[in-house]
């Protein structure tokens, strides 16, 4: 339930921005970004990436994003999240892979994905922070497989940006 109130909480952030408060980029690092952005009094610092490759019969997906995002505020921290760029089936559980690591069970929720608890958070952050790719493999709604594969390189260094942003350096 509280991955899907930060779900909700994400959703809002960002239609916040489209409706003219936009993030602040701070740094881009190969293939992450690190941002933060403050609403209503509260800070939210977060990194995102695109896949660098996906795979799957799908005619039609919207954008696919890995992100890790920090809510001081909240006392929430290192904050795992997928979007898929699809409704996942119901029910399902997308596995996230870091390198050659045990995949990890996603909950998953409409279009997105959380990990199940903060212990699985840190696990997967001290994973990324060493590997070179992860992989996340779901299933769609209608049933269709998707393997999407995100670059670590710049994950350290945008990770370093939300800490220092987020009071966490």
């Excluded at 799957?56 to 898929?84: C, Q, T, W």
């Excluded at 596995?95 to 998953?108: E, M, Q, R, Y």
Aim: hydrophobic share 35%; with cysteine.
């Amino acid at each position: 339930m509280k991955k899907a109130v930060l779900f909700l909480g994400c959703m809002l952030s960002a239609l916040v921005a489209v409706a003219g408060e936009k993030p602040e980029i701070l740094g881009t690092y190969d293939s992450w970004t690190a941002y933060v952005y403050t609403h209503q009094g509260e800070k939210t610092c977060y990194m995102a990436t695109t896949p660098t490759k996906s795979k799957g019969k799908y005619s039609k997906r919207g954008d696919v994003f890995l992100s890790i995002a920090h809510h001081p505020e909240k006392n929430e921290f290192d904050v795992i999240n997928v979007m898929a760029g699809y409704t996942y089936k119901k029910g399902s559980k997308p596995i996230i892979s870091v390198d050659k690591n045990k995949g990890v069970a996603l909950v998953s929720y409409e279009d997105g994905a959380w990990t199940k608890d903060k212990t699985v958070d840190a696990k997967l952050i001290a994973q990324m922070k060493k590997g070179s790719v992860a992989v996340l493999q779901g299933s769609s709604a209608r049933g269709t497989r998707t393997t999407d594969t995100f670059s670590m390189k710049g994950f350290s260094k945008a990770y370093r940006d939300i800490q220092k942003a987020c009071g966490r350096e």
